[in-house]
T-cell receptor
Framework: SQQGEEDPQALSIQEGENATMNCSYK?????LQWYRQNSGRGLVHLIL?????REKHSGRLRVTLDTSKKSSSLLITASRAADTASYFC????????????FGPGTSLSVIP | DSGVTQTPKHLITATGQRVTLRCSPR?????VYWYQQSLDQGLQFLIQ???????AKGNILERFSAQQFPDLHSELNLSSLELGDSALYFC????????????FGPGTRLTVL
């Protein structure tokens, strides 16, 4: 079952621009996390936002969560070529089965 | 470097065979998670172990099994392999039983011919 759905599937921007990725999910969650994956490598945790939080910042990252719309967004400001990667949202469900569900990811290309 | 190690890096085997993937979590982490990543299915949560006990199960096939040993390393056993089992298998660890901030290993790329 696919809980998180990222949008867009792919995004190409110029260095210095902002990148926004969205994630939608279907059921109640405890928290939502964003991860980055460089081609074929392990995922790296970026940020976690709990279900009772609305916004969180970490460096150039800004995450919002709207539980009424079951959606989250990840904003990367002043993007760099090194930000080129796939970005995944992961939702921790309140149910015990299929506890953690990752979305299909957004592939971000930052052009120098 | 996340501190999570996985062996082997690559594995090529034939249909019907059985393989074992190994994971060593970060020092001090009690939870180990296994994931499968393929082009058609994306990243799928398979199973979680916490301090030696199975904690949660996801989309894990009956042909697959896992365990966590007293020294907290974990093994994922895949048997009766099929072509569709070809994928990247990731192990991740976290400090406690929650799913917060998992640290991922580099993965094992399994190719079933």
């Amino acid at each position: 079952s696919q809980q998180g759905e990222e949008d867009p599937q792919a995004l190409s921007i110029q260095e210095g621009e902002n990148a926004t990725m969205n994630c939608s999910y279907k059921t109640s969650i405890n928290n939502l996390q964003w991860y980055r994956q460089n081609s074929g490598r392990g995922l790296v945790h970026l940020i976690l936002i709990r279900s009772n939080e609305r916004e969180k910042h970490s460096g150039r990252l800004r995450v919002t969560l709207d539980t009424s719309k079951k959606s989250s967004s990840l904003l990367i400001t002043a993007s760099r070529a090194a930000d080129t990667a796939s970005y995944f949202c992961a939702t921790e469900q309140k149910t015990s089965y299929d506890k953690v569900i990752f979305g299909p990811g957004t592939s971000l290309s930052v052009i120098p | 470097d996340s501190g999570v190690t996985q062996t082997p890096k690559h594995l090529i085997t034939a249909t019907g065979q059985r393989v074992t993937l190994r994971c060593s979590p970060r020092s001090g982490d009690l939870s180990v998670y296994w994931y499968q990543q393929s082009l058609d299915q994306g990243l799928q949560f398979l199973i979680q172990y916490y301090n030696g006990e199975e904690r949660a199960k996801g989309n894990i096939l009956e042909r697959f099994s896992a365990q966590q040993f007293p020294d907290l390393h974990s093994e994922l056993n895949l048997s009766s392999l099929e072509l569709g089992d070809s994928a990247l298998y990731f192990c991740a660890s976290s400090a406690d039983s929650s799913y917060n901030e998992q640290f991922f290993g580099p993965g094992t790329r399994l190719t079933v011919l």
